[in-house]
Each structure stands twice: as C-alpha cells, then as structure tokens.
C-alpha cells in the first residue's frame, strides 16, 4: 500500500460506527487547517502530474493545491459545523483527492469518484485508505452506491463543468442521500469581480466586440471537462434548484482568489455581491 505523509486518523476521530451511542464533537478551525496541512506535505513530497492529450498540457497538482487551498479551507469550515461527526460523505469529482484527504483526516468515512482518467491513475489510486474509497465512474447520472448511503454530498467546482442536462445527476444524487443529510455545493460567483472571469469581464469582452461564453483560446487550451460552460448567480441558484426539487438550506458566499489590487481588497471586503465563491448546503426536497 502507498505510503502517503497524511497521518492516520487518531483514535479521537474515529468514524462514529466504532464507537456507538458516541456523538463527537465536529472538529474545530484549527482541526481543518491541520489537515490542510497534511495534504500539503503529501502534495509537496509526492506530487502528482497528469498530462491531457486534447489539451496537449500538463497539470501539476502543486499549483492546483496551492491556488485552491483557501476554497477548501472555507469550505471545509461550513461542512463540518453541519456534518455529524464520523459521517459517510460522498466526494463527487474528487479529482487529486485533496478535499477527500482533508476529510478522512478529519474522521469521516468518504467515497471519492470520479472519471477513469483521474480514479485509475495508479497514483491517484495508492492514495485510497481504509474509510477512504475510490472509484471511478462514467456517468454522474449512475453512481455505484446504493440507496441513501451517505450523511453528506461534497459537490464542489461541479456544477460549472457541466454540459448535460443534470435531472437524471440530480435525482441519482437525491437517491444516495440520506433523509436529512446535506448537499454541500460550492460554484464561482458570475457575478465576482477580479478572478480572471466572471460576468464583469464577459461584459468587457462583449463590448470589444469578443462575443461571450467560454473564450476561444480556453476551449483550445483546457483539457475536456475542464471549461466553465456556465456560471450562476445567486438568484439563478434558487431558481435551478427551485425547479429540481431542491432545499437550499444554507447560502453563502466567500473569497479564495488572490488579489493583487488594494482597491480591489477593500471593495470586495464590504461587498459580498462581488465575492468569489457560492457555497450552498441542500436538502431533498
């Protein structure tokens, strides 16, 4: 078995199936930077890079990681405040696993899918665990769980990516989910400012005369799956998960994306309109 520099779960952080009748305490912001932490040492000791054919690019897992930690720490701060502790989770495109790694170290047993090209990849593959399962899927319509199986859904930097009509991905979601457990959703904001997108450069680029959507040279440069094909508003989340027979139980939004400009710090720290991230946490309906 690979041996991975993410320290073991402790006795303290056991999944609750060990230990019965035992309800633990959820862990704490110092908890989740720790295991931050270790995953950064496992990514920086033994980092992981995928070549995309399509794209003819590399993607080294290192400046992913090092541009996104600020999203997992802001995310896994929400998570845990509503998982209970021990609880199963389903990571869906969990990608390098950093996210399923913050969380396993966290005490919960989690289930990482995703397409063959990152599940089969040997390397991506030796990071599996007991009470951290990997497995590769085809479709997001089909997942090999059975029914209500997990506590938590961990849907984070999906719902962009997709260019399928979701009802069937979201009924099979509903399906896995336990009655009461929650879907954890993070997305960019369209409406964000600075970041490199967004809806405040799609009107640039349309006054040029650059049409809008994804740019030209993005479709040519990212690998398949890797577009923004569509950013939502807050308004456009109510309503999709409206008309899906969704429950939004918690929104929020908040910051990761570096900022270089001063006047843009002080702009976005007062304006949440323009932060960089959704996070919503859903019920079925």
Known sequence: MFESNVPAVSPARLPAATRPGDV?????????????????????????????????????????????????????????RRLPGGARVLDVGSHFLHMALALHRLGYTVTAVDVPLYAHHPRIAARGRPGLTIRAIDALASMPLPEAAVDGIAFLEILEHLAINPKRMWSELGRILKPGGTLFLTTPNFYRLGGGGGGFLEALRFLRGDGAGVPVQHILADQTGGHHWKEYSQRELRRYFDLLGWRITAADRFNYLPMKRRWLRIVKRWVPAIWDCHYLELARG
Do not use: C, K, N
């Not at 040492?41 to 996104?68: S, T």
């Open 24 to 80: 633990l305490t959820p862990p704490s912001a110092t908890e989740v930077d720790q295991a931050l932490d270790a995953v950064a040492e496992l990514v920086d000791h033994e980092p992981i890079v995928l070549h995309y054919g399509d794209a003819d690019r590399d993607d080294d897992e290192r400046d992913y990681f090092r541009l996104h930690r600020a999203r997992f720490r802001e995310t896994l701060r929400r998570m845990v």
